[in-house]
């Protein structure tokens, strides 16, 4: 019998592996006088923006990953990139450069600076694709967009009028308490999880969880029969009964689970214990207790 030859992969089709920009894709704008307004500097490069899809046209590309690169007054670039679900047109990239430059104004504002390194204006703005695809890739079908089209451009023009953040996306990531759990994207960016979800978690919430989850918590009411405070001893367990929560009386309890992260940090960490609530409104609360004060951490619906 013939020794059998080792087999070999398939060659990977140039199609599907990732096709790096051309470097003459890029645009630049430079400014006579530096622009400070969000709005002025994003109408001064709608050429500019212009000028990029033009030279993706012609090399029949599209934009799905652009890095916009906004130089001050004193020579500082600051640069982002941008993702797009689909792909991006000039309009996208004037919203972005402006994007940018609100987040940049914000920083500056909450950041003290010295007057001398102070934000004065933009002198020059870059549009760099960093990533291309095929545009026959993103042709439209025979009988028109499908929904998620339509429903990218409805998302898109809410967000053009709200902001980057004023649409967003929520992840899952890893985390004890609900709040670290849920990760807010803006739309049309990657979401990075701060921590691996699939990742153990000792004292994490099991399924279900809570459908309402309070960012940040609030505070709230719980109390025993004759009105005192309830309190954890040093067993982990109620010093009373809970009878009254937000006002309403207490059908079922369950609890309480301590919860203690970080404790080798020099703060001792977060730490608290969740008690589950059923109040006489067939409201369920999750609730816990940090210190000498109970919060509501969300609420079962």
Same mark, same amino acid.
């Given at each position: 019998?013939?020794?059998?030859?080792? *087999?070999?992969?398939?060659?990977?089709?140039?199609?599907?592996?990732?096709?790096?920009? %051309?470097?003459?894709?890029?645009?630049? =704008?430079?400014?006579?006088?530096?622009?400070?307004? &969000?709005?002025?500097?994003?109408?001064?490069?709608?050429?500019?923006?212009?000028?990029?899809?033009?030279?993706?046209?012609?090399?029949?590309?599209?934009?799905?990953?652009?890095? =916009?690169?906004?130089? @001050?007054?004193?020579?500082?670039?600051?640069?982002?990139?941008?993702?797009?679900?689909?792909?991006?047109?000039?309009?996208?990239?004037?919203?972005?450069?402006?994007?940018?430059?609100?987040?940049?104004?914000?920083?500056?504002?909450?950041?003290?600076?010295?007057?001398?390194?102070?934000?004065?204006?933009?002198?020059? &703005?870059?549009?760099?694709?960093?990533?291309?695809? %095929?545009?026959?890739?993103?042709?439209? $079908?025979?009988? $028109?967009?499908?929904?998620?089209?339509?429903?990218?451009? &409805?998302?898109?023009?809410?967000?053009?009028?709200?902001?980057?953040?004023?649409? /967003?996306?929520?992840?899952? *990531?890893?985390?004890?308490?609900? &709040? %670290?759990?849920?990760?807010?994207?803006?739309?049309?960016?990657?979401?990075?999880?701060?921590?691996?979800?699939?990742?153990?978690?000792?004292?994490?919430?099991?399924?279900?969880?809570? *459908?309402?989850?309070?960012?940040?918590?609030?505070?709230?009411?719980?109390?025993?029969?004759?009105?005192?405070?309830?309190?954890?001893?040093?067993?982990?367990?109620?010093?009373?009964?809970?009878?009254? =929560?937000?006002?309403?009386?207490?059908?079922?309890?369950?609890?309480?689970?301590?919860?203690?992260?970080?404790?080798?940090?020099?703060?001792?960490?977060?730490?608290?214990?969740?008690?589950? =609530? /059923? @109040?006489?409104?067939?409201?369920?609360?999750? /609730?816990?207790?940090?210190?000498?004060?109970?919060?509501?951490?969300?609420?079962?619906?």
């Amino acid at each position: 019998m013939p020794a059998c030859k080792p *087999s070999r992969p398939a060659p990977t089709p140039a199609l599907w592996l990732p096709r790096p920009p %051309d470097p003459e894709l890029a645009r630049t =704008i430079e400014f006579e006088s530096p622009l400070g307004g &969000a709005d002025q500097v994003a109408f001064a490069v709608r050429q500019t923006a212009d000028a990029v899809m033009l030279a993706l046209a012609d090399a029949s590309l599209v934009c799905t990953e652009v890095r =916009i690169d906004l130089t @001050d007054d004193d020579g500082v670039v600051h640069s982002r990139t941008w993702l797009h679900p689909t792909s991006f047109d000039a309009a996208d990239l004037v919203d972005r450069v402006r994007w940018q430059l609100e987040a940049l104004a914000a920083v500056t504002a909450r950041e003290p600076v010295d007057e001398a390194r102070a934000f004065g204006g933009i002198v020059a &703005a870059r549009l760099l694709p960093v990533a291309v695809d %095929d545009a026959a890739h993103h042709q439209p $079908g025979l009988f $028109g967009s499908g929904t998620d089209e339509r429903l990218h451009h &409805a998302v898109s023009r809410v967000q053009t009028m709200l902001g980057h953040q004023g649409v /967003v996306t929520a992840a899952l *990531s890893g985390g004890r308490w609900l &709040a %670290d759990r849920q990760v807010l994207t803006p739309w049309g960016e990657r979401a990075v999880p701060p921590r691996d979800p699939r990742s153990p978690w000792p004292g994490s919430l099991p399924d279900p969880l809570p *459908s309402e989850v309070f960012r940040p918590p609030r505070p709230i009411g719980v109390v025993a029969a004759d009105g005192s405070p309830i309190d954890i001893d040093d067993r982990g367990t109620l010093t009373h009964d809970p009878a009254r =929560i937000d006002g309403a009386g207490v059908q079922a309890w369950a609890g309480p689970w301590p919860v203690h992260e970080r404790r080798w940090s020099a703060g001792g960490g977060k730490r608290g214990h969740r008690l589950q =609530i /059923v @109040d006489d409104r067939d409201r369920a609360w999750l /609730v816990f207790l940090a210190g000498e004060r109970w919060w509501a951490e969300g609420r079962y619906r």
